[in-house]
């Protein structure tokens, strides 16, 4: 039911694209065979002819967006004349809508444009169909089916900054961008995400395509979300974020959070969007990049990006036309020969064409042709400022001018600059700036701060001079509009900063410093607090607080590293510490107290990060240090002999972490007081797990259960370190061989700590993995195969597989497949596993022994006896020379060589070994350990082989006796023990 035509062509500018998709579709929808026109004005002239040829068939429906605002100036008014030309002859066959808020010029009103902006999806449909000529009656319905979302509703998910209205140009670049994410499905994957870098040098423009982007093509999206990534931090936090807005994940660790929101966004199909802004390291954020078919857009000027399976699209310099239709939108008051000018002086930058333009538009008594002039001849020296030898001239002639004429016509807003220069460039922390204390501020800047109207004045006349990007809050405050956010392009950040004399980089650090100081809550194990730390984490470095001699400002930085220990972040803080240590032990020696917890914390997130040697020599440098000074505080040498015992413990060397956790619980019972203060408590339980890496399992059990109970009386049931005492207190059960009381605690434990901490956080995941090795002791493997697959799964991604503790879970998963039958499977991790221990701790390694200790497990199971036999014989060897010939796991691989001599056609030996290593383990780990019955099995059964019958029977009537006592009557041990299979010993590294 049309007026006689059921074709229309939909002409559009490039930034009403989503609007035109939805046009298209409702219009498809309703019969109308639509045709849509991008229509760009810069390149054809302003002829009725232009417009006349696309009427030659069809009716044309014009989008009016505000790009059409523009018609009442310069070059548009030609534009605005054909369209007059026009209406008389062809009123009927062109037809109008209005998607912009804004009014339109009298040229573009003169179509009676019906708006689509401001209303409901349905109406705006019935709105469109009309003018497209629909007759609609009261029977005629109207079909709401979800396809497209409307234009005028924002995805539901989505954190980008709103759209910029200077925007020109850039769109061969933009549809490039929509093709390439459209049209591909990764290079590396059938269900990758599609990967496109946007490329080029600072000051181009990138971060502002891309945010056109997220605004022109939201209509593709449900989910659009902004990661800043100019650090690893930085996008870590932001794409986390994602996660609350997403309302899933929880808990402690960043890590947990952003599996989480990776995993939601895997399951939303093709229609989410992330672009990662500033990712100059491909590294950085390659973890974060989810998986899925979504599509990912990255800024950087890195074009290494292609390497990593990304398609890099190349930002030019604006062309000509670009330029001026830019610079005549950003100072309106310029003619296109003066934006021809300026754009030939600044070389079609659109950074330099952004603040040039900003300037002349708020300084409008300046004489373009004079100002130009300076651009071209002049030099920064001569400006009034101390330019940076880093800038191309270009860039250092146009900021020294601004900053120059800023400091003559509103000096106060100029010392505002030095102090925002001092704090992080892509997040100025304008809330704290506005909530510090009068004391912390100079005396001007205080004035300014204590009056909003002057204080956000201050900041807009930044923002109109130097092209600062600016946000406001949501609301206003007491009836005025206030400024929520502030970002400075990098390259000027960097040119203020070099301007500054010492004197005023002097002034504008003392004065960031006090404002962060003031900002910490002081409190980073408090995760109502984490988001302060995460904010003002960014500031530390431009603020020069790393390399503040100042108690305060010290404690801060300290408090900072402990959010990102608390947050599992150990590469950054890592990073931060060995930074600041730099600084600090220059002007404080090794034994102040900033440096001292310093040192501690470096050491720690080195022994997190699993760079052992390294964090040994921090640790004795640091203790001998100690010892030397009388007055060095008891907590002080606690906290250092704790560091370096967990380090020693990492590092295979178990009695001497024994003695000096048992010498840190005695100093530390006989200075504190009692032996249930939390740090003793602290100390008592890393010397249990001293005793278990020893394999005095009894004595470490007692000690444990002990502690556990301690800490369910001083801080209740589910607090975190309760929690860790009762996973302790069930591995050493496990380890004893009780099996059944380890499953049945465990399974409660493991239960507690996704209630309390989050299914992500490293202590959750231990504890499933012990979970998951009981469940096996106890015989159900499919159960433990699936819980220890996925808890493998998520370490690895998150640490990486050669971390220490994704090498742990695969020497355990290994030989669970091998229990499985799958051997193939079983062997390649077994395998890979023992070369990277081999390779990260040394051949010498207790862990790289073991671990080559199970792959001659496997090989026995496979029928490569010798081979197996050779393994054994060097693994018992090299386990003995390392821990003793009576340690439990030395005493293993015994069994293992024992079993791999007889299965190699060597009963005699296998006996020697076997009865030499059962009388070691009767002592080590009593008659009744599972490892002393299966060495008593192995013996009967080469005794039988050498033909001792009697002493054969014996053994195996005493097993029999043992068994049913040791493991239950029913169990699958001891019907395995009594079976006649050869028996195994599994190496299990332990958690340090």
């Not at 969007?273 to 950087?300: C, K, N, R, S």
């Not at 005396?443 to 807009?460: I, K, M, Q, T, Y």
Request: proline residues 5%; charged residues 25%; glycine residues 8%.
């Amino acid at each position: 039911m049309t007026d006689g035509s059921d074709r229309i062509t939909v002409l559009f500018a490039g930034q009403s694209e989503s609007w035109a998709k939805w046009v298209e579709e409702e219009c498809e929808t309703a019969g109308i065979v639509t045709r849509l026109v991008r229509w760009d004005p810069l390149s054809r002239p302003p002829t009725a002819e232009a417009l006349t040829g696309l009427l030659a068939e069809e009716r044309v429906l014009l989008l009016l967006d505000d790009w059409y605002l523009r018609f009442d100036a310069g070059r548009y008014r030609a534009w605005a004349a054909v369209l007059g030309e026009l209406l008389p002859t062809h009123r009927t066959r062109i037809r109008a809508v209005a998607v912009t808020p804004h009014r339109l010029p009298e040229a573009a009103r003169e179509l009676d444009p019906v708006s689509l902006h401001g209303v409901r999806r349905e109406e705006a449909k019935v709105r469109l169909l009309t003018v497209c000529g629909l007759v609609l009656d009261e029977h005629t319905g109207v079909d709401l089916d979800r396809g497209l979302r409307f234009p005028d509703e924002p995805p539901p998910v989505s954190n980008v900054e709103r759209r910029n209205r200077r925007f020109a140009g850039r769109d061969r670049v933009l549809e490039e961008l929509h093709r390439l994410l459209a049209g591909r499905r990764g290079t590396t994957a059938p269900d990758s995400a599609a990967l496109v870098a946007l490329q080029g040098p600072g000051g181009i423009g990138k971060t502002e395509v891309a945010r056109e982007y997220t605004h022109r093509y939201a209509g593709d999206y449900d989910l659009v979300w902004w990661v800043r990534s100019r650090t690893p931090l930085m996008a870590r936090e932001d794409f986390a974020a994602l996660a609350t807005a997403l309302q899933v994940g929880d808990g402690d660790e960043l890590r947990g959070l952003i599996t989480a929101a990776q995993q939601r966004l895997a399951g939303l199909g093709q229609r989410w969007l992330i672009v990662f802004d500033g990712a100059e390291i491909p590294q950085d954020v390659l973890e974060l990049i989810p998986p899925g078919v979504g599509h990912v857009l990255i800024t950087t000027r890195d074009a290494s990006w292609s390497a990593d399976g990304a398609d890099v699209v190349e930002l030019p310099r604006f062309e000509r036309a670009e330029s001026v239709d830019f610079v005549c939108r950003r100072a309106t008051r310029l003619t296109e020969e003066d934006a021809d000018q300026l754009a030939d002086v600044v070389e079609d930058l659109p950074l330099l064409l952004d603040q040039t333009a900003a300037w002349l538009d708020a300084n409008p008594l300046t004489d373009i042709g004079r100002y130009v002039a300076d651009i071209r001849d002049g030099d920064p020296h001569t400006l009034g400022v101390a330019p940076s030898g880093g800038d191309p001239q270009r860039f250092q002639v146009v900021w020294s001018t601004t900053l120059n004429a800023l400091d003559e016509s509103a000096p106060h807003v100029h010392e505002l600059l030095k102090l925002l220069a001092y704090f992080s460039a892509d997040m100025v922390p304008v809330g704290l700036l506005r909530s510090a204390r009068a004391s912390d501020l100079p005396d001007h800047l205080a004035r300014l701060v204590a009056e909003p109207s002057d204080w956000n004045s201050a900041l807009r006349r930044l923002s109109e001079t130097t092209a600062m990007s600016l946000e406001y809050e949501t609301g206003p405050q007491n009836d005025i509009l206030t400024v929520g956010s502030l970002r400075i392009h990098g390259l000027f950040h960097r040119f203020v900063r070099s301007t500054l004399s010492p004197r005023d980089r002097e002034r504008a650090s003392e004065t960031a410093c006090r404002v962060l100081v003031a900002a910490d809550p002081r409190d980073p194990t408090a995760p109502r607090h984490w988001r302060r730390y995460a904010d003002l984490i960014p500031h530390l470095e431009p603020s020069g607080a790393l390399e503040s001699a100042d108690e305060d400002v010290r404690s801060l930085v300290l408090n900072c590293v402990e959010y990102l220990r608390m947050r599992g972040e150990y590469a950054i803080g890592w990073d931060i510490t060995h930074k600041a240590l730099e600084h600090w032990r220059t002007t404080s020696g090794p034994t102040d107290r900033t440096v001292l917890v310093a040192t501690h914390q470096y050491a720690n997130m080195l022994r997190r990060l699993g760079k052992y040697a390294e964090a040994e020599r921090i640790g004795r440098d640091i203790l001998e240090r100690l010892r030397l000074v009388p007055e060095a505080q008891g907590i002080e040498l606690l906290r250092a002999m704790n560091g370096l015992g967990g380090t020693l413990m990492a590092l295979g060397k178990y009695d001497e972490a024994h003695r000096l956790y048992e010498s840190a619980t005695d100093m530390a019972i006989e200075r504190l007081g009692d032996s249930t203060v939390p740090r003793t408590l602290a100390l008592r339980s890393n010397l249990a797990q001293a005793g278990v890496l020893r394999g005095r399992y009894g004595d470490a059990l007692d000690q444990h259960r002990s502690i556990m109970e301690a800490r369910l009386r001083l801080l209740g049931p589910r607090n975190a370190l309760t929690l860790l005492s009762a996973l302790h207190t069930a591995w050493t059960l496990r380890l004893l061989g009780r099996y059944q009381e380890a499953f049945v605690l465990q399974e409660r434990n493991a239960s507690l700590h996704s209630q309390v901490l989050d299914r992500e956080h490293s202590q959750t995941l231990l504890a499933q993995h012990n979970l998951a090795l009981c469940a096996r002791r106890e015989g159900n493997l499919p159960f433990a195969r699936s819980l220890m697959k996925r808890v493998r799964e998520k370490v690895t991604h998150r640490r990486g597989s050669h971390h220490p503790e994704s090498l742990l879970i695969s020497a355990d998963y290994a030989m669970l497949l091998r229990d499985m039958g799958l051997l193939d499977e079983a062997w390649s991790m077994a395998d890979s596993t023992a070369r990277t221990y081999a390779v990260l701790l040394g051949t010498e390694h207790p862990y790289a022994i073991g671990a080559l200790d199970n792959c001659g497990v496997i090989l026995r199971t496979v029928g490569d006896y010798d081979a197996a036999r050779a393994t054994g014989e060097k693994t018992r060897a090299a386990m003995a020379a390392v821990l003793g010939a009576d340690h439990p796991w030395s005493i293993g691989c015994a069994l293992n060589e024992a079993s791999a001599r007889a299965e190699a056609g060597d009963p005699e030996g296998a006996a020697e070994i076997g009865r030499e290593a059962l009388a070691r383990a009767e002592a080590a780990v009593g008659h009744d350990h599972i490892l002393t019955a299966g060495l008593g099995a192995g013996l009967a059964l080469d005794l039988r082989a050498t033909g001792r019958i009697a002493e054969a029977e014996q053994m195996a009537e005493d097993l029999a006796r043992k068994a049913p006592r040791t493991l239950g009557g029913e169990y699958g041990h001891a019907r395995f023990l009594s079976s006649g299979v050869r028996p195994h010993w599994d190496f299990e590294p332990q958690p340090v």
